[in-house]
């Protein structure tokens, strides 16, 4: 989801754009940000921690494989479950007025992390949107791909490539004062030309490429959903409860990051003076900051879709968790022996110690 490198740069410090004098809102305005949005991120972050670990947990605990699919929302979990466990710390810093208390290391460490999630998470789905066309529009061809080791080799090839775009934070990012807020604060050191390419990379990179190709493949899967004559190949029907699942994400995830990727759209064509000084800046700084926490909120979503949509994955989490209270059972009943169970070793003890004595 979004790195708050972009809320630290380019919402919360105005004057890292252009001198304080010319910036069209006034800090006082954000005041509203110290005050509402550390319990709310706080919150993301208990819900979508413990969400997002319980999905994990049945993925890994059931006693079969994860199918394909299974594999590619594996990984977006564990990397909602990264930016969930990193909103504490903003938490803090907003809490604390900007000011940063956690060193460089953590500094460019948390804010390269949840960019990754930004990059990850929407190629995953992409790569679902992908898997579910080979499934049910090219039923007959191209079953190889759909091997959960070429499913592995992909999920392996987007962290990477979502590293490589975060590089360039991995290395301008760091703890550094700032005089504006008067405060030590986590913040990326100015390179000419390399925040807008950033926000240039985040919306065609970050969006529209995956984008373009989930509606192919989701337009694709629709027809053939509605195509009478497509329900009668046993394999279309047997992949289609884990695509309305897959289209129930997709919907999910599109509806609560287009408002932020529109923001940013809005903030290149301020970079690039199309539009008058503080006619939209004003507005687009308060609708990026909506848009941020509404996509931050995907992260609790995701999970609850899963239960909700995915019958597979409810029966799954059944039979993971009640073999896990059965084996606790056992272990209680081997711990605490019956009355039953101990009368019984009492009675055959002392018949032992009569045989010995009449022995």
Request: net charge positive.
């Amino acid at each position: 989801m979004m790195s708050e490198e972009f809320n630290a740069t380019r919402i919360f410090l105005a004057s890292t754009r252009e001198p304080p004098q010319n910036v069209c809102m006034s800090m006082d305005q954000f005041q509203w940000l110290s005050t509402y949005q550390p319990p709310y991120m706080w919150f993301i972050f208990v819900l979508g921690f413990i969400e997002n670990l319980f999905v994990i947990s049945v993925f890994i605990l059931h006693k079969n494989r994860c199918t394909v699919a299974e594999i590619y929302l594996g990984n977006m979990v564990f990397s909602d479950l990264i930016l969930v466990s990193s909103l504490p710390f903003w938490a803090t810093t907003l809490s604390n007025n900007f000011y940063w208390p956690f060193g460089s290391f953590l500094c460019k460490a948390i804010s390269s992390t949840i960019q990754i999630n930004v990059y990850s998470s929407i190629y995953f789905l992409m790569m679902v949107s992908v898997d579910r066309y080979l499934a049910l529009v090219k039923t007959m061809s191209i079953g190889r791909l759909r091997r959960p080791r070429w499913a592995k080799v992909n999920c392996a090839t987007i962290w990477i490539f979502a590293t490589l775009l975060t590089s360039p934070t991995m290395v301008l990012r760091r703890a550094m004062f700032n005089e504006f807020l008067n405060t030590t604060a986590c913040l990326a050191q100015q390179v000419p030309g390399w925040n807008l390419a950033t926000k240039i990379n985040l919306n065609i990179l970050g969006f529209l490429v995956p984008l373009v190709i989930i509606a192919f493949c989701t337009f694709q899967i629709i027809s053939v959903l509605r195509n009478n004559a497509m329900q009668q190949f046993k394999e279309v029907n047997k992949e289609k409860k884990a695509t309305w699942l897959v289209l129930a994400v997709l919907l999910v995830f599109i509806v609560c990051w287009l408002p932020f990727h529109i923001s940013t759209f809005l903030d290149i064509m301020e970079d690039f003076n199309v539009f008058p000084p503080c006619t939209v800046d004003s507005f687009n700084h308060v609708f990026t900051q909506i848009s941020t926490y509404i996509a931050y909120s995907n992260s609790c979503i995701n999970p609850v879709m899963y239960i909700m949509v995915g019958n597979h994955f409810r029966k799954k989490a059944k039979e993971v968790y009640t073999r896990l209270l059965c084996r606790g059972s056992e272990r209680r009943k081997l711990s605490f022996p019956t009355v039953e169970s101990t009368n019984l070793s009492q009675i055959s003890s002392s018949m032992e110690r009569k045989n010995k004595s009449i022995a």
